[in-house]
Nanobody, 121 residues
Framework: QVQLVESGGGLVQAGGSLRLSCAAS????????MGWYRQPPGKKRELVAT???????NYADSVKGRFTISRDNAKNTVYLQMNSLKPEDTAVYYC???????????????WGQGTQVTVSS
């Protein structure tokens, strides 16, 4: 199996910053795209940002210029630096990894358990 463990969530005032981390472990042969999604209270899960193994990134319009996604391929870890946080960024943030396991024929998508980010006004 592949396990994803997120960390770095918490409570912050509007205008503040947080850095989320997500470490993947298990019988991993290769991780392709990694990303962050979020689910605000009472709403559906939505894309925040993704990053390929080569470093190409994609962002939701609502976070462009404020959030930065990065990864350390050697550590199978993805990060999300969140600056200029707004109350509407309040959500549970989930990590995603598209991974090929050792000995398995195809890539599967894995999800973390989520970490709460709360931005107070």
């Amino acid at each position: 199996q592949v396990q994803l463990v997120e960390s770095g969530g918490g409570l912050v005032q509007a205008g503040g910053s947080l850095r989320l981390s997500c470490a993947a472990s298990g019988s991993i042969f290769r991780i392709n795209t990694m990303g962050w999604y979020r689910q605000p209270p009472g709403k559906k899960r939505e894309l925040v940002a993704t990053i390929t193994s080569g470093g190409s990134t994609n962002y939701a319009d609502s976070v462009k210029g404020r959030f930065t996604i990065s990864r350390d391929n050697a550590k199978n870890t993805v990060y999300l630096q969140m600056n200029s946080l707004k109350p509407e960024d309040t959500a549970v943030y989930y990590c995603r990894a598209d991974a090929l396991r050792i000995g398995m024929p195809e890539e599967l998508r894995y999800w973390g358990q989520g970490t709460q980010v709360t931005v107070s006004s």
